[in-house]
């Protein structure tokens, strides 16, 4: 079975938080990769990962990033596959900075932004399941069955703690 996720961040200190999505994904029963590919550190091997992506089978790449987070859009701008993008929490902003640099992009080249942070990469391992789902049953249904298990562990009444 091919690589179906990329999961590519800007740095290893992005990767406590892009972690999350690959929880899910293993979760799930998902295969992807995982890479450190930075757009202002490295931008050659930015080029090559979108480059290649469709070619090597690549379905969803999530990809984060923080502060001046260019990563996300400049990948959209060289692949078609789907982008997802995360914006890593950031302590001189909080990751409004890594928000507000992924999710304004312009007309033609989208990235899909999540929330910023842990709660994002969770959601963006479950949105390219919901992605990969539309043409595989049996991950539908494995995703149906996360989703009704999250469902029901929320008790109906709150307990002092
Ligand atoms: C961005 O700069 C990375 O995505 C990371 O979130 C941020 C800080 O990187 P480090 O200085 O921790 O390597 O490129």
Same mark, same amino acid.
């Given at each position: 079975?091919?690589?179906?996720?990329?999961?590519?961040?800007?740095?290893?200190?992005?990767?406590?938080?892009?972690?999350?999505?690959?929880?899910?994904?293993?979760?799930?029963?998902?295969?992807?990769?995982?890479?450190?590919?930075?757009?202002?550190?490295?931008?050659?091997?930015?080029?090559?990962? !979108?480059?290649? #992506? &469709? /070619?090597?089978?690549?379905?969803?790449?999530? @990809?984060? $990033? +923080?502060?001046?987070?260019?990563?996300?859009?400049?990948?959209?701008?060289?692949?078609?596959?789907?982008?997802?993008?995360?914006?890593?929490?950031?302590?001189?902003?909080?990751?409004?900075?890594?928000?507000?640099?992924?999710?304004?992009?312009?007309?033609?080249?989208?990235?899909?932004?999540?929330?910023?942070?842990?709660?994002?990469?969770?959601?963006? !391992?479950?949105? #390219? &399941? /919901?992605?990969?789902?539309?043409?595989?049953? @049996?991950? $539908? +249904?494995?995703?149906?069955?996360?989703?009704?298990?999250?469902?029901?562990?929320?008790?109906?009444?709150?307990?002092?703690?």
């Amino acid at each position: 079975m091919d690589v179906a996720v990329g999961i590519i961040m800007g740095s290893q200190s992005d990767w406590p938080t892009m972690r999350e999505a690959a929880v899910i994904l293993d979760e799930l029963g998902i295969r992807y990769e995982s890479k450190i590919v930075s757009a202002h550190r490295t931008p050659d091997r930015l080029w090559e990962y !979108g480059k290649s #992506a &469709a /070619g090597r089978g690549l379905k969803v790449i999530i @990809a984060g $990033a +923080g502060g001046a987070a260019h990563l996300p859009g400049m990948m959209a701008s060289k692949t078609r596959v789907p982008v997802i993008g995360v914006p890593v929490q950031t302590r001189a902003l909080s990751g409004v900075d890594s928000l507000y640099s992924i999710v304004q992009m312009p007309k033609g080249y989208p990235v899909a932004t999540m929330a910023i942070g842990a709660a994002g990469a969770a959601n963006a !391992g479950l949105m #390219a &399941a /919901g992605i990969l789902g539309l043409s595989d049953p @049996a991950l $539908a +249904g494995r995703l149906d069955a996360w989703r009704a298990a999250l469902s029901a562990s929320i008790p109906e009444e709150p307990r002092d703690e």
